[in-house]
């Protein structure tokens, strides 16, 4: 497609829940990132994919966090046992190339609550 | 440690004057820049970007001015519309790395 489509927009979820979110990137885009927002407007960067490889997982808490870009469906981000503080807006962006000199398009957002 | 900055956290215009958002940024490899702006419950949308090897881009009403030496780069908006009022980001990458650095935004408020 011509945006990044991410889904859910709004999802809730009980403290010790799972949480999955999906991501379908920009057609032709090889490049998938996903960002954290939390408070005050703070993107932290989780992990990024060169097609279905993880190219940078720096950013991804590892106990909980797990992500996924396999071929021909959605990426995903996965959230095992939620906690409060994973309450945040999860953005998920595309990019043609995978070094800086290129521009990276964000999805909507998927705004995560843990009640 | 932030390395990416923006001191301000808001900003009022006047409507058709000159909007200007300051960024600075405090590891001198970062190489490309780009700056976002955000509606309420919407993605960032990309803007305007610069190279580390250029000083100056420009696009329409936008431009973007990058003062390596001091570490520093500003948004120019001219002139500014209400549609513009969003939050805007910068970021910024390492060379050999798409791990962009956000700034924490700051919110323009174009007045009418």
């Known amino acids: 497609g011509e945006e990044v489509a991410q889904t859910p927009k709004h999802l809730v979820r009980g403290e010790g829940q799972k949480a999955k979110l999906y991501c379908a990137p920009i057609?032709?885009?090889?490049?998938v990132f996903w960002y954290q927002q939390v408070l005050k407007n703070e993107f932290k960067f989780l992990i990024s994919?060169?097609?279905?490889?993880?190219?940078?997982e720096t950013g991804m808490p590892k106990e909980r966090f797990s992500a996924k870009c396999l071929p021909n469906s959605p990426c995903s981000l996965e959230i095992q046992a939620t906690k409060l503080e994973d309450s945040a807006v999860y953005f998920c962006?595309?990019?043609?190339?995978?070094?800086?000199?290129?521009?990276?398009?964000f999805g909507e957002g998927s705004w995560l609550t843990v009640v | 440690d932030q390395q990416v900055k923006q001191n301000s956290p808001s900003l009022s215009v006047q409507e058709g004057r000159i909007s200007i958002l300051n960024c600075d940024y405090t590891?001198?490899?970062?190489?490309?820049f780009l700056w976002y702006k955000k509606y309420p419950a919407e993605g960032p949308t990309f803007l305007i970007s610069?190279?580390?090897?250029?000083d100056k881009n420009e696009d329409g009403r936008f431009t973007v001015f990058l003062n390596k030496s001091a570490k520093h780069l500003s948004l120019h908006i001219v002139p500014s519309q209400p549609g513009d009022s969003a939050v805007y980001f910068c970021?910024?990458?390492?060379?050999?790395?798409?791990?962009?650095?956000f700034g924490t935004g700051t919110r323009l408020k174009v007045l009418a």
């Open positions: 962006a595309s990019s043609q190339s995978g070094f800086s000199g290129n521009t990276i398009y």
């Open positions: 057609k032709g885009h090889s490049y």
């Open positions: 994919f060169q097609n279905e490889n993880v190219f940078d």
């Open positions: 590891n001198s490899m970062f190489d490309y």
């Open positions: 610069i190279s580390s090897i250029k």
């Open positions: 970021a910024a990458a390492p060379p050999g790395t798409y791990k962009y650095i």
